[in-house]
C-alpha cells in the first residue's frame, strides 16, 4: 500500500499515489483460541504429566459439518497464579483476565488439573489492515474483528459443550476432572449459560499468530482478489506476493506447512516463468 498498491480511496485519503487499484488488507482471517480450565484432585500429583503433556484433536461442533471447525488443544497445567507482566503484553491480555487467574475461586494454593483450550478453525468473522500514515515508519492499523460475526461465539460455546461432555465420560469422571467455572465480577450471567460462555470468550479469546488473506488469491474474474493462480499481482508486471497473505481462506489447522507449500510452489513458478 505504501509502494500505491491497494484500495485507491484508502490510499488518496493518505496522500499516496495510486499505482494500482486493488483490494490489498482486505479478508484478514485468523484462528482464534479460548480456555477452560478443569480441576481434579483424583489423580497423583505428577499424573498428568506423565501420560499426556500435550494433544490435540480436530472436532465438530455440529454431526453435519463437512470437517472439524474446532482444533482442542489439551495440556496438563492448571493455569493458576497470575501472568507475567511479559506474558500479559504478549498475548493482549486485560487485567481482568490475570484477576480471574488469581482470584476466582478466592483460593491461593495452586490446584490439580488440566486444560482445554479450543480453537476455532473457519471463523466467519474478517477483518483488515489500513495504513495509519504514508510514513513507512508508522505501525499499521489492523483491525480483525475477532468475534463480530455471531456465529462464532456459537461455535466456540460448542467447543466448550464438548470439553464438557468428556468431562462427563467414566475416565474423566474417576479423575474427578471437571470444569472449574471462572467468576467475573463483571459478567451479570448465570454460570454456564451460553451468556456466561460468551462473557468468558470474549475476556479471554486471543490469536494464534496465524493471519493470512490480505493479498487473497483468485480467478481473473474474481474482483476480491490481488493475486492471480501463479501469485501474480494484478494488472503489474514483474511482481508476485508469495506468503500466507494470497490464501483465500484460512486452512483447517496451522498455517505453517501450507506457507512453506505456497513459498515451494511459487518458487517453481517464478522458475517457470523465467
Keep these: 500500500m505504501l509502494s500505491g498498491i491497494g484500495p485507491r480511496e484508502h490510499l488518496e485519503e493518505l496522500g499516496i499515489p495510486v499505482l494500482c487499484n486493488l483490494p490489498v488488507g482486505e479478508n484478514l482471517q485468523d484462528h482464534i483460541i479460548s480456555m477452560v ?48 507482566k511479559e506474558e500479559k503484553d504478549l498475548r493482549g491480555y486485560r487485567d481482568e483476565f490475570d484477576s480471574a ?5 478466592g ?6 488439573g488440566v486444560c482445554f483450550f479450543p480453537n476455532m478453525l473457519h471463523p466467519k468473522s474478517v477483518g483488515n489492515i489500513r495504513l495509519k500514515s504514508k510514513n513507512p515508519l508508522d505501525p499499521p492499523l ?21 470439553i ?3 468431562c462427563d465420560t467414566d475416565t474423566f469422571r474417576k479423575y474427578q476432572i471437571k470444569p472449574a467455572y471462572f467468576k467475573f465480577d463483571n459478567c451479570p450471567h448465570e ?40 501469485l501474480r499481482v494484478r494488472g503489474l508486471d514483474n511482481i508476485r506476493v508469495v506468503d500466507a497473505s494470497i490464501m483465500p481462506h484460512i486452512t483447517s489447522g496451522n498455517t505453517n506447512a501450507p506457507t512453506i507449500m505456497i513459498a515451494e510452489k511459487g518458487a517453481d513458478l517464478i522458475l517457470r516463468d523465467k
Excluded at 43 to 64: S, V
Excluded at 107 to 112: A, G, Y
Excluded at 205 to 210: A, E, G, K, L
Design 191 to 230: 454460570v454456564d449459560s451460553d451468556k456466561y460462555w460468551e462473557h468468558v470468550i470474549r475476556h479471554l479469546t486471543v490469536t494464534t499468530w496465524h493471519y493470512i488473506g490480505t493479498c487473497k488469491m483468485g480467478a481473473k474474474d474474481d474482483k476480491t482478489a490481488v493475486v492471480d493462480p501463479s
Design 37 to 84: 480450565r478443569c480441576s481434579s484432585s483424583g489423580a497423583p500429583k505428577d499424573y498428568y504429566y506423565k501420560i499426556a503433556p500435550d494433544l490435540h484433536a480436530f472436532i465438530k461442533t455440529k454431526e453435519d459439518l463437512p470437517w472439524p471447525d474446532i482444533q482442542m488443544h489439551y495440556t496438563s497445567t492448571f493455569y493458576h497464579g497470575g501472568l507475567s
Design 142 to 162: 489492523i483491525d480483525p474483528c475477532y468475534l463480530d460475526d455471531p456465529a462464532d461465539i456459537q461455535t466456540m460455546i460448542g467447543g466448550i459443550r464438548f
Design 101 to 105: 487467574l488469581l482470584y476466582d475461586f
Design 164 to 166: 464438557q461432555k468428556l
Design 107 to 112: 483460593e491461593t494454593e495452586i490446584k490439580e
